[in-house]
């Protein structure tokens, strides 16, 4: 990870905002059963790309690329998900450990 990147990094929750030219991103900060909604989710932000390459599908501007590019982000979420059910499982969702991946 670059140094620029480094600073977006909060396993603590004190600092959550990716502010770059054209792209401003609040993640959550925090357990939300504890804190509240106060960001987005990273499944958030895969949606959001989603949906814009969704648009580009249902119109003239439809290709192979684009339809590639929502597989990988399909794959992102289910990961995702399947990620969260597993903390769940075992105990550690909304906390700072580790779980198991197996």
């Known amino acids: 990870m670059g140094e620029n990147m480094e600073k977006f990094r909060h396993l603590d929750g004190s600092d959550a905002v990716v502010d770059l030219p054209h792209i401003k991103i609040s993640f959550q900060h925090g357990n939300p059963q504890t804190v509240g909604n106060n960001g987005c989710k990273i ?3 895969i949606d959001v790309l989603v949906e814009k390459i969704l648009d580009f ?28 059910r597993r903390r769940e499982q075992q105990g ?5 450990k580790r779980h198991s991946s197996s």
Do not use: F, P, S
């Open 43 to 45: 499944e958030d932000v």
């Open 57 to 84: 599908q249902g119109r003239d501007l439809n290709c192979e690329e684009n339809a590639t590019a929502l597989y990988h982000l399909d794959l992102a979420r289910e990961a995702l998900m399947l990620r969260r």
């Open 92 to 96: 550690v969702i909304g906390k700072q």
